[in-house]
């Protein structure tokens, strides 16, 4: 290298920065302890803000443009270096480019449930997830309080601090709006609108940075709870429960008939059983009241319950048959039953009445007996 080359390379003639990532926040201009040369174009590009800084402190800022750096644009920074008179020496000074575009799709999400009273479901435990867009839009509060010295700056080096407030504000709006949590997809724009007034109140004057947009894409329950939520919607669908039941009894006595002649089967049999209470159901109503005046009350009905068995539906069953049912194994005390009145299925063994059933069954005879 000439004598003139080395002393042409110790120059900084043009200061730019082209971004050719997706997520950097804030560039620092790399001069290696050259020295920036007087007259040298600064070039700042739309979406774009440089800010010198000399001997740790921020001098000058340029917003978009072509700069030719000399006295009169560098007003801070000559009078930092006395300079009283202009300048024809080199300088040295530190220049950040910091991205003013906007960052969008910033991803959210809480960590561990929130926890919150329902006036349904009581206390009950969430999460939610979605997403918001950032824009710097003070640099040099940017600089101060978040970039520090830092050489390249992105977007992941600041996520972890802004979830925090992002999550922290919506716990705050969910809990101050107080809506069920069955209305809670209905209110995702307000919820959402509230928590960007929230961070938009914050983020600029701690960090300088606006919040552009914040949404809530999805609210989420535990399993067990939108299990509880599926089944009450199942109970809802069936309408009356007595023309349900009717209907279910016919169908039963259809299969019994079609089962009779291939040798009948626990299908059968229950499809007998059923059948037999619709006849006396129907006896009963058909029946002429002639009895006297003082004659006692007819008994009240006996509760009648459906079982699930291999995955299927069946009954309604009363007591005396629930028996048969446990005498021959087809219901145990792990066998979920329901009756009109009960909020779920259960398990036989959280029923009394049907859980009493079991004690009244004599076990099977031993082998060989």
């Given amino acids: 290298m000439g004598f003139f080359d080395r002393i042409k390379s110790e ?39 440089a800010v010198f800084i ?28 006395g300079w009283k ?9 530190e220049v950040y480019f910091v991205n003013t575009k906007q960052f969008l799709d910033q991803k959210w999400g809480t960590p561990n449930p929130i926890m919150m009273r329902d006036p349904d479901f009581g206390m009950v435990r969430i999460r939610a997830f979605g997403n918001f867009s950032i824009r710097v839009i003070d640099p040099v509060k940017f600089l101060q309080e978040v970039v520090g010295t830092n050489k390249d700056f992105s977007t992941a080096d600041i996520n972890s601090q802004l979830k925090s407030l992002v999550i922290t504000r919506f716990t705050d709006a969910v809990g101050e709006s107080k809506i069920p949590v069955l209305d809670l997809a209905a209110s995702y724009n307000e919820l959402s609108s509230f928590c960007e007034s929230r961070l938009k109140e ?29 089944q009450r919607s199942s109970m809802g669908a069936l309408g009356d429960l007595n023309k349900y039941s009717q209907m279910q009894q016919a169908n039963a006595m259809r299969d019994a008939a079609n089962n009779q002649g291939a040798g009948g089967g626990m299908e059968g049999m229950m499809g007998m059983m059923m059948a037999q209470q619709m006849m006396n159901q129907q006896n009963q109503q058909n029946q002429v009241p002639n009895q006297q005046f003082n004659a006692p009350p007819p ?11 291999n995955g299927q539906q069946q009954g309604p069953f009363d007591l005396n048959m629930l028996k048969n049912l446990i005498a021959q194994n087809q219901l145990t005390r792990q066998t979920y039953v329901w009756k009109t009145g009960m909020a779920n299925w259960m398990q036989a063994e959280q029923v009394p009445e049907v859980a009493a059933l079991f004690g009244a069954v004599p076990p099977p005879p031993p082998p060989g007996f």
């Fill in 202 to 230: 914050e983020f600029p004057t701690t960090y300088g940075i606006d919040v552009l947009k914040f949404l809530i894409n999805n609210i989420s329950l535990p399993p067990e709870v939108e299990k509880a939520i599926d």
């Fill in 299 to 309: 008994p009240p009905p006996m509760a009648q319950y459906h079982v699930s068995i």
């Fill in 85 to 93: 008179y202009g300048f024809d020496s080199p300088f040295k000074a």
């Fill in 11 to 49: 120059f900084i003639d043009i200061i730019e920065w082209l971004d050719n990532s997706q997520d950097t926040m804030v560039f620092r201009f790399e001069r290696h302890d050259n020295e920036i040369k007087n007259g040298a174009k600064l070039i700042v590009r739309e979406s774009q803000s």
């Fill in 54 to 81: 000399n001997e740790g402190k921020i001098a000058d800022v340029f917003g978009p443009g072509t700069y030719t750096l000399a006295t009169q644009n560098l007003p801070i920074l000559s009078t930092l270096k």
